[in-house]
């Protein structure tokens, strides 16, 4: 069962993307203090107590990975966000990675920073727990932040060490001890390559918890990610290196937010043009290995070129007839073709078209053009319950019997 996460959110309000920060083992959503402030100019930030820390509520443990994630689902339905920038550190990054496995259209782009794919033996979690339950957490709590800062920091900044500790000491000692169950039984390694987000992972060179190499791990194993090794910066790399944390994940997400525009829009003209049923088809035929291809297309054909204002639709159809049948991209022509057809050409423009090539670009080309238009338009007629007149496609057929090879 679900809990209603204890959290705050701060924006511009409707109409920016959102961005959802969820933190490390021990803390609570203002570990993220750094981040809300800059990036709450420009997006919606969600900053997030994770169940049995900060103001969240605190179940008997133990705790699951995919029940913590289950919890922040709950809380995007509540809020009525259908998908969000997920941003996750350490215990939080585990829970992200199973967002971006598990609910992948939740997760439009996904941030790890300082944390693993596997963290670690049981028995240590087991053992951890243990003192948690019988000590509480201000018995760990010094041993804990020595692996938060590299020395420097904490050696220049007494008071952020001391208010990191008693963050840890407020942490319910369930909550705190059920998440280490939780991170005992995690193990997301063969599922890295399920995750289709676009992946910033962000690691600390000091970092002694979740090293450069298991950051390395993860970022070898999701297939679109890019991975940031920051120095000086131990395990929570979003303090010591705020600015350029905060700067990357803007970056990130600002970068994935322009061309999920461009993608909606090149999908709508996209539509507009080749129809729903044809872009359907391509959409379910989409593979992880034609997916960017796909994307790449619906931004820059559609999106871009497809969508300015120099030349309508109308006449973009026409120039692209030409073009295709110019270059004897039979495939292409043979689609446009029909989705001329469904639309706004007539077959007596498909005739002047396909002439006009001929003499510029060569007869067997324009010849072949006229073989797919009578077919495609012979098919049109009988769809339409109508039969194809003798002044469309029909006398230029002649040239496919004196010249076609």
């Not at 043009?273 to 820059?300: C, N, Y």
């Amino acid at each position: 069962m679900t809990v209603n996460l204890a959290h705050h959110l701060i924006g511009p309000g409707p109409g920016a993307p959102t961005v959802v920060l969820l933190g490390s083992l021990g803390s609570d959503r203002s570990m993220w203090d750094p981040q809300v402030r800059t990036l709450s100019e420009q997006f919606n930030v969600l900053a997030v107590d994770l169940r049995g820390h900060g103001g969240s509520p605190v179940p008997p443990g133990p705790y699951t990975v995919a029940e913590l994630g289950g919890d922040v689902l709950t809380l995007l339905d509540t809020l009525a966000l259908p998908a969000a920038h997920v941003v996750g550190l350490s215990l939080g990054g585990a829970v992200a990675q199973w967002l971006a496995t598990h609910s992948p259209a939740r997760v439009q782009t996904l941030t790890l920073l300082c944390t693993s794919a596997k963290f670690g033996e049981p028995t240590g979690w087991f053992d951890r727990a243990a003192a948690v339950r019988s000590g509480g957490t201000g018995s760990i709590a010094e041993a804990v932040v020595e692996r938060w800062y590299t020395s420097e920091l904490a050696s220049r900044d007494p008071e952020l060490v001391a208010s990191s500790r008693a963050m840890v000491a407020a942490t319910s000692n369930e909550g705190y001890a059920a998440c280490c169950e939780a991170l005992s039984e995690w193990d997301g390694r063969a599922d890295l390559a399920r995750i289709a987000a676009p992946t910033l992972v962000i690691a600390g060179r000091q970092d002694p918890s979740t090293t450069p190499a298991d950051l390395g791990f993860i970022a070898e194993g999701i297939a679109r990610s890019a991975l940031h090794v920051l120095d000086p910066a131990a395990h929570l790399a979003n303090v010591e290196q705020a600015g350029r944390v905060t700067a990357l994940i803007a970056a990130h997400v600002t970068g994935r937010a322009q061309r999920s525009e461009a993608y909606e829009a090149g999908m709508l003209v996209r539509r507009a043009v080749l129809g729903d049923a044809h872009v359907a088809r391509s959409v379910a035929e989409t593979t992880e290995f034609t997916a960017p291809f796909q994307d790449f297309i619906t931004r820059t054909a559609w999106g871009d070129v497809w969508s300015r204002t120099g030349l309508d639709h109308h006449t973009r159809r026409l120039l692209t007839l030409a073009i295709l049948t110019a270059v004897g991209n039979e495939h292409e022509l043979d689609m446009h073709i029909r989705a001329a057809l469904r639309d706004d050409v007539t077959p007596d423009e498909l005739v002047e078209v396909f002439l006009h090539t001929a003499i510029y670009a060569g007869v067997p080309n324009s010849n072949r053009a006229f073989a797919l238009g009578k077919n495609a338009l012979a098919e049109h007629a009988r769809s339409a319950g109508t039969a194809p007149g003798a002044d469309t496609l029909g006398a230029p057929a002649e040239i496919e019997e004196q010249s076609g090879p």
